[in-house]
């Protein structure tokens, strides 16, 4: 979304706009974590670079650039920096020297000034939060936080994305996200690289994250929202709903239960098999026709085998002891 309000407000206001990524072409290296501030300031060169035909992996993923060369570049040009998922530099959702140092330069060089602006996407709450603590502590300005908008209901999406035959079962599936709809009525959703999400599962791998208990604490997640019990790599592919919950986007959850069944062998076999009738339940409740009983049966279905798996019962409406 960041990247079509960039071209809309080249094209209406008289200043500097600048786009850049920590997604797509331009992930964050490992060896990046630590230093936020310079893999943002390599981005910014990358986007102002002259070489139209230069690659951010070729020709800038490993350039030493400075703040106060970005600085001298702005000189005193009205400006927007617009920064896509910041969360993905992961220092930022804690309190840290690399939170107070990106926070100084942005506040110095995109809002100390008139005329002075930058925007971020993130789906981690802290990283606002942190980067607010450090930007001003001499005002109680808040940093304005908006939540992108989700389809309202189906018919208008219909409308929207000319797309007739859309179910309410597809929406669900892509989490209700207008930009995943766009691209599945494109037939374009299953042709983006698999890269990053691939990267956070074998982050979670790696690191040991992935055991029969966080598993289970990642199925409930469906259920409760708790953004604690999803493994931190695995974030980046929820959507944060109302106060500080996560919402589910089945199109990506599913590709990450299908992973771990196939790579994590140390997981029980009773819960491997939970995982995999999930992620196919899903993905029949996402195909089968709107009117059919048996669409929203499964669903009905999938919900149950969450909350049996993760232990999760309501004392009225499955008053089941596991104990």
């Keep these: 979304a960041l990247k079509e309000i960039g071209q809309r407000l080249k094209s209406s206001i008289h200043a500097s706009v600048i786009y850049v990524s920590f997604n797509e072409f331009s992930l964050v ?3 990046e974590e630590a230093d936020p501030l310079g893999a943002l300031c390599r981005r910014i060169a990358f986007a102002a670079r002259r070489d139209r035909n230069a690659t951010f992996e070729k020709d800038f993923a490993n350039a030493d650039v400075k703040p106060m060369q970005i600085i001298e570049w702005l000189g005193r040009e009205p400006r927007v920096l617009l920064i896509d998922e910041l969360s993905r530099c992961t220092t930022l959702s804690e309190k840290s020297t690399s939170s107070i140092n990106l926070a100084f330069f942005l506040k110095k060089s995109f809002l100390q ?4 602006y930058y925007a971020f996407s993130s789906h981690i709450f802290s990283t606002a ?4 603590i ?9 940093i304005a936080i908006r939540k992108l908008p989700l389809i309202r209901n189906v018919l208008s999406a219909r409308k929207i994305f000319n797309w007739p035959e859309l179910n309410a ?3 669900l599936f892509y989490g209700l996200v207008p930009a995943m709809i ?3 009525r494109q037939q374009e959703l299953y042709k983006e690289p698999y890269l990053a999400k691939d990267t956070a599962i074998d982050e979670c791998i790696k690191d040991g994250l992935v055991t029969n208990r966080s598993v289970r ?3 409930a997640s469906f259920v409760d929202g708790d953004r604690y019990k999803v493994m931190e790599p695995l974030q980046l592919f929820m959507d944060l709903a109302e106060n500080d919950k996560f919402r589910w986007i089945p199109f990506h959850m599913t590709e990450v239960l299908k992973k771990l069944v196939q790579e994590v062998p140390s997981l029980d076999e009773n819960l491997k098999v939970a995982m995999t009738k999930i992620e196919n339940l899903f993905r ?3 195909t089968g026709e709107e009117s059919s009983g048996m669409v929203w049966g499964n669903l009905f279905l999938l919900v149950v085998i969450i909350r049996v798996v993760s232990k999760q019962f309501d004392e009225v409406i499955l008053p089941l002891d596991l104990s």
């Design 29 to 31: 290296g490992v060896w």
């Design 113 to 116: 000034q008139e005329n002075e």
């Design 129 to 132: 939060v942190n980067l607010c």
């Design 134 to 142: 450090y930007s001003d502590s001499f005002s109680e300005r808040p």
């Design 169 to 171: 079962g597809q929406a």
């Design 182 to 184: 766009h691209l599945a």
């Design 217 to 219: 604490n990642l199925l």
């Design 284 to 286: 029949e409740f996402s």
